[in-house]
């Protein structure tokens, strides 16, 4: 049951081929990631041993491995809470964290081999899983923080301390980021692949726009390895395209789901973890199981750019791929799992040659940061998805090739850009905040633990028309216009495609089609002075509306992600001086992450031309934040006042012409 370790092998080539690990960081003999930070809890992952489990028991053994990641992230709680004494005797962890972890493990990995068993042949093994280990703080290459941040518990209540940052400069959450997770990109050597392209290589490039989630759609769910589970990823993602995913979408939901994507025949759903300013503000998760309660704190920041591009084969034509297919690619688990499956890569614009794997990049002034992600580009021809969500989708090999058995199918290139401000690593990020992705608690923010996800809801007419695009080498975009020339999509044999000179913002593996329209309404200002939003939360029993921020209903979680830092960042480091535009902070309330589900608010505009329409009351999305009635107040109210002035001033020009007479 527990065979296929020659296809696992197939498919953690990511690692291999897209790029070298930067920093002088890398690997240690263990093959975990060397990385300096606070101590944490390393448990095996019992989720990516399972490599076939049954569909009768599919069901039974997700909800089983989502309650080991909540006795995980419990445990490290806890050893935050004890970071003292555990710092001066890891003895300390023993008897209080780490055997009733042991134990509370091993009933739930036996619930798994039973559920197995039921429906089929009982995994031989797991029980070796059960033990994890307490990994002590790591001196990581040009690490300055040793043990930074292990005497700052994680709030209870998910309150920030101070101008946000945790114990030496450890990050808000107080798990993370330090100093030692960052790299200056313009120290790093080009390092991307370029597999040479056969004559019959596939060259085209077919792009969908789905806007930068502008509206704010959040939640710390993970359908694809979490069905049914309310917080089943432990961190925020941002989603764009398909608007109804959530732990309890099923496919009948994603099929009818709204969609912001230009082409209402892209249903797609694309989803990655937020990234966040460690800035000490509080986002309405602050509270909230997958935000402040776990670690995850800051200010969500909205992608200035998001491009989504489909490539072909070095080595040949691409073939369609299955309606519901499901990707991920990266390991969100990576820091401790090890770079085995880890996928991440970070750069600038302007310099995008060079990815980073497991640090963040520091940006010269003019620069943004520019996260990429590569999706597997080969599929095993049967399934949609595996028991792992890994064995049957594969990378190509260093030709381009797919493993023996798999077949090449179009390559999505994620390409997600955010203005932000290289963080001011000598002061810990009080001057200029650090940022990083959301993650699992014990992950502790690390860059190598980027991840992306996918799931392909392509009418299957433009899926078709995708494929025949690509492999005719055509240039296609969202729009249908062919050929349009204003596209300049990375090519399969290309990592980044041409990059700008730094400074021009727009460098790197793709640009922009000049035609390019956003596909969701900009979002809203940042001026502090501003009335604040009014939230809508739907589920399929009722609708409640919310005035202000913090009064909303408890199953909702919503952010106002802005890409500024908080005013308390004042003046930024001479490294990105000219984007330090602040806004103030906000003390707004928390939402229980969940089952909550949201609909576009009144006055705002829809994403995509077709979702202009209210939903109906008993359609289900996912959580999310829209701008609603208090914000289309505070853009009518001077025009109201200058009618009232108006008319004054005609009553009194009437008066004046009776006085006359």
Request: one cysteine or more; a negative charge; proline letters at 7%.
């Amino acid at each position: 049951m527990l065979g296929g370790g020659g296809l696992v092998a197939a498919n953690v080539y990511a690692s291999a081929t897209e790029g070298t690990w930067g920093g002088g960081s890398g690997t240690d003999a263990t093959g975990q990631v060397r990385s300096a930070g606070m101590a944490t809890i390393d448990c095996p992952d019992v989720g990516s041993k399972l490599t076939t489990v049954p569909d009768g028991a599919r069901e039974a053994v997700d909800r089983e491995l989502a309650q080991l990641d909540q006795q995980i992230a419990a445990a490290y709680q806890q050893l935050q809470a004890s970071a003292d004494s555990v710092r001066q005797d890891p003895t300390a962890a023993d008897e209080p964290i780490m055997n009733p972890l042991k134990e509370k493990r091993s009933a739930t990995i036996e619930r798994i081999a039973v559920a197995i068993d039921q429906v089929g042949d009982r995994p031989e093994g797991l029980e070796s899983l059960a033990a994890c280990t307490l990994r002590p703080a790591q001196d990581g290459a040009g690490g300055d923080t040793g043990n930074a941040g292990q005497g700052s518990a994680a709030p209870s209540d998910g309150a920030q301390q101070g101008t946000g940052q945790g114990q030496n400069g450890a990050g808000q959450g107080g798990n993370g980021p330090v100093a030692s997770d960052y790299a200056d990109i313009t120290s790093v050597q080009p390092n991307v692949p370029n597999p040479p392209q056969q004559d019959d290589a596939s060259r085209g490039t077919f792009t969908s726009e789905c806007g930068v989630n502008a509206n704010g759609l959040f939640n710390s769910d993970n359908v694809i390895v979490a069905p049914g589970v309310s917080n089943g990823a432990h961190h925020f993602h941002d989603y764009i395209g398909n608007q109804s995913n959530n732990a309890f979408a099923s496919d009948e939901d994603l099929a009818k789901a709204e969609t912001s994507c230009v082409d209402q025949g892209d249903k797609s759903t694309y989803y990655w973890p937020v990234l966040r300013l460690q800035n000490g503000k509080q986002e309405q998760d602050a509270g909230s199981p997958g935000g402040g309660t776990e670690g995850n704190a800051g200010q969500i920041v909205t992608a200035k750019q998001v491009t989504l591009t489909f490539v072909g084969s070095p080595r040949g034509k691409v073939t369609e791929m299955p309606r519901l297919l499901r990707i991920i690619t990266g390991d969100a688990k990576a820091f401790v799992n090890g770079p085995t499956n880890a996928n991440a890569s970070w750069s600038c614009t302007g310099f995008e040659d060079r990815q980073l794997k497991d640090k963040y990049p520091l940006c010269p002034s003019g620069s943004d940061v520019v996260r990429t992600f590569r999706f597997q580009s080969c599929w095993d021809g049967r399934n949609i998805d595996s028991a792992n969500h890994r064995t049957h989708v594969a990378f190509a090999g260093p030709d381009g090739s797919c493993p023996e058995g798999f077949r090449a199918i179009p390559q999505l290139v994620q390409r997600i850009v955010y203005d932000v401000a290289a963080p001011s690593l000598n002061d810990g990020g009080r001057t200029v905040p650090l940022f990083a992705v959301d993650s699992f608690p014990e992950q502790l923010h690390k860059p190598v633990t980027d991840h992306g996800d996918f799931i392909n809801v392509f009418d299957e007419g433009l899926m078709r028309e995708m494929v025949d695009c690509i492999n005719s080498g055509r240039t296609c975009g969202a729009r249908g216009g062919d050929d349009s020339g204003a596209t300049t999509a990375p090519s399969p044999s290309d990592d980044t495609g041409a990059t700008d000179a730094p400074g021009t913002g727009t460098g790197g593996a793709t640009a922009e089609p000049a035609t390019s329209a956003p596909a969701e309404p900009a979002p809203a200002s940042s001026d502090p002075t501003q009335e604040p939003r009014t939230y809508t939360t739907t589920s399929p029993a009722n609708t409640t509306k919310h005035d202000k921020p913090g009064t909303h209903d408890s199953r909702s979680s919503q952010q106002d992600g802005r890409t500024k830092q908080d005013s308390e960042g004042k003046q930024t480091a001479p490294a990105k001086a000219d984007k330090a535009a602040s806004t103030a902070p906000s003390d707004s309330g928390a939402g229980e992450v969940g089952q909550a589900t949201q609909t576009p608010a009144a006055g705002q505009a829809a994403q995509s031309p077709a979702a202009q329409a209210q939903p109906p009351a008993d359609r289900t999305e996912p959580q999310a934040v829209q701008g609603g009635l208090a914000e289309t107040g505070a853009h009518l109210w001077p025009a109201a006042i200058g009618m009232l002035l108006a008319l004054s001033g005609l009553v009194m020009l009437l008066r004046a012409k009776r006085l006359r007479y």
